[in-house]
């Protein structure tokens, strides 16, 4: 054997498993968003689901199986060996998290970037800190708002129920829907929940938490504006943060939907709805936002993009919002009250209903 093979081998063998055949490096990070096994080898998924990821972390992304591909390498740290592989459909990429919330932070939340406030959780607080969440008092509230695009989410998770029911003509194809309404600081979470309830939310098994206890016009409109509920997303959003919010359930969602609704009907939910399968950049989406509550409003929101093949998907807006939200808020002064943030998503395109 020449020299140079035998040294090319070497090395190779010296990768840990599964590294030697990550034809395409990527940097960033994958947010679990099912708790799939993560696996030394593609090979070996169906035989070793000992390992499943934790729903909703971040995990440092190392490559793919080639370009295009159908599985991520990513960094699980405390296995061994701690590259291992997943299915694409497991998790949603992203460019970058906040330090403490990477493989190993809260739960992957603290997100930044080009993917940052996607569906299911949470970034870093970017608005002012004014105290503990659930202790601070209505006033004082800091929270951080996140609206999704759900025919860009059922782009990669088309599986899920509300993903299969939605058509042209169904309400989440062209408004904005609810993700969640998170107290901050990042980490104020899960308060009052018991341990077996947290390891069911952060596994996803959410049909296992319990039922959350809504007034009749409360949950109807929540199905309207949170397509998400036939997936059980309102127990999962109420365990996690709701419970951190200082009021019941019904007051936690209807301030999360007024707020979206004032959002949605406003000129930031006209430009959504009239570029449908057309881009959208960063600057044009912050001055719809400026336009709608004032000058510097936009400064406030961060956009997060999925992928989508060759296409780059606007996903999400996370907005900062800081006080209290009435029945008909006053966003402007929410908004303002929050502190800048970084655009994240410089552009992408508004994705319509239907698998494309």
């Not at 054997?1 to 090319?8: G, L, S």
Request: proline share 6%.
């Amino acid at each position: 054997m020449a020299r140079k093979t035998w040294w090319i081998l070497a090395v190779i063998a010296a990768l840990p498993v599964g590294a030697a055949f990550a034809q395409s490096p990527l940097d960033g990070y994958v947010i679990a968003r099912s708790a799939c096994a993560a696996t030394p080898s593609i090979r070996s998924a169906a035989n070793d689901p000992s390992l499943p990821l934790e729903v909703e972390r971040a995990y440092r992304l190392v490559g793919e199986n080639k370009k295009d591909g159908t599985h991520y390498l990513i960094e699980v740290p405390g296995a061994k060996p701690e590259q291992r592989w997943i299915e694409k459909r497991c998790g949603e990429r992203v460019a970058a998290v906040d330090a403490g919330s990477a493989s190993g932070g809260s739960d992957g939340e603290a997100i930044e970037g080009a993917n940052s406030q996607l569906p299911e959780d949470e970034p870093a607080s970017d608005v002012a800190d004014s105290g503990n969440g659930a202790q601070a008092g209505a006033a004082h509230r800091n929270l951080l708002l996140a609206i999704s695009w759900e025919p860009a989410f059922c782009e990669t998770h088309e599986r899920k129920p509300e993903c299969r029911s939605m058509t042209d003509t169904s309400f989440d194809a062209r408004h904005f829907s609810l993700h969640g309404l998170w107290p901050q600081p990042r980490g104020t979470e899960y308060c009052g929940v018991p341990e077996d309830q947290k390891a069911d939310d952060r596994r996803g098994r959410w049909d296992r938490l319990p039922a959350v206890a809504l007034d009749p016009e409360v949950k109807t409109k929540l199905d309207k504006f949170m397509p998400g509920t036939q997936s059980r997303l309102e127990r999962h959003e109420w365990t996690r943060h709701g419970t951190c919010y200082g009021a019941d359930a019904n007051e936690y969602f209807r301030d999360s939907i007024a707020a979206l609704e004032a959002i949605d009907a406003s000129a930031v939910g006209a430009l959504f709805a009239g570029a449908l399968e057309r881009p959208l950049s960063a600057d044009k989406i912050r001055a719809a936002f400026d336009q709608a509550f004032g000058p510097g409003a936009g400064s406030r929101v961060k956009i997060a993009c999925d992928r989508d093949g060759d296409r780059r998907l606007i996903s999400e807006l996370t907005i900062g919002l800081v006080g209290e939200i009435t029945p008909e808020p006053d966003m402007k002064a929410l908004i303002m009250a929050a502190r800048p943030t970084s655009p994240g998503c410089t552009d992408g395109i508004v994705d319509a209903a239907g698998l494309q």
